[in-house]
């Protein structure tokens, strides 16, 4: 895959946006992996939701450049996703369905080229099939892109954004028009000091319809190679925090808490993860 291209369009804004969402969670999540000696990976995971507890096992498989991923959960849904690297050259297959659910099938190819990227996917293989179309031109620096999904069905398009990003060494940001147009979410994010263990992040959205606006501030600190720190709050009151601290290379201990000045009691979760 080309490394000089813009990647792909729903890459625009991500690291801002994992700054101010990524495992926040008021949850309790448990996750613990193993490998069999056939070279499957084995991931179980139990996570308790208010008063509900569930759980699901996974199974991933890599072949060269082939992954084959089963996932089976306490509701009794089997989910498999398919993935090939350079079936042709620069180019991505995806394909991924549900047992006895079909109409939750989709099949996706990327392709990754120096100066831009472009998906096609085709989702919900039923009566009314939905064809998913993105793009992105420029370079790592600068690139633009947009995306539409259109229902073969109806003949109308479902959706269609377009944004900018732009990244350099300390800095990153992103415009993106959303809801066919009617809201818009501009983000910046600003790495602090020259060993970059500081983040600080803002996101501004507006919806035009309703004259709706969300300001979100957060930052992220590592405290050491393994402890991170992350916090935010926006405009509504919604305050998170977290704490991350790694256990080994790949194992970690997540403990978040929210407070919503609405609802005016805090809430708390646990997130631990082993991997081998």
Request: net charge positive.
């Amino acid at each position: 895959m080309s490394k000089k291209g813009p990647g792909l369009f729903s890459d625009f804004g991500k690291n801002a946006k994992d700054i101010l969402t990524k495992d926040y969670s008021h949850n309790q999540k448990f996750t613990i992996a193993s490998r069999a000696d056939a070279g499957i990976d084995l991931t179980s995971t139990l996570m308790r939701k208010g008063g509900l507890s569930t759980g699901g096992v996974a199974a991933k498989y890599k072949y060269k450049k082939t992954i084959l991923g089963v996932r089976f959960n306490t509701q009794s849904n089997i989910s498999t996703t398919l993935t090939i690297s350079d079936v042709l050259p620069s180019t991505k297959a995806i394909a991924s369905w549900k047992l006895l659910d079909y109409s939750s099938s989709k099949i996706e190819i990327q392709y990754f080229y120096e100066h831009a990227c472009f998906t096609t996917a085709v989702g919900s293989l039923s009566k009314s099939p939905a064809l998913d179309i993105s793009a992105a031109i420029g370079t790592p620096h600068v690139a633009f892109g947009t995306e539409a999904s259109y229902s073969l069905a109806s003949g109308n398009f479902t959706k269609y954004n377009a944004g900018v990003s732009l990244k350099k060494p300390n800095f990153s940001a992103s415009v993106i028009l959303t809801d066919k147009g009617d809201a818009v979410r501009a983000s910046f994010l600003h790495h602090i000091g020259q060993q970059k263990r500081g983040t600080a992040v803002g996101e501004i959205a507006r919806k035009f319809s309703t004259n709706e606006n969300t300001s979100t501030v957060g930052c992220s600190y590592s405290v050491n190679p393994q402890t991170v720190v992350k916090a935010k709050l926006n405009n509504h009151g919604n305050l998170g925090a977290l704490v991350q601290h790694k256990l080994k290379s790949k194992s970690f201990l997540i403990l978040c808490g929210n407070f919503d000045t609405m609802e005016k009691i805090p809430k708390f979760g646990v997130m631990l993860s082993l991997m081998p």
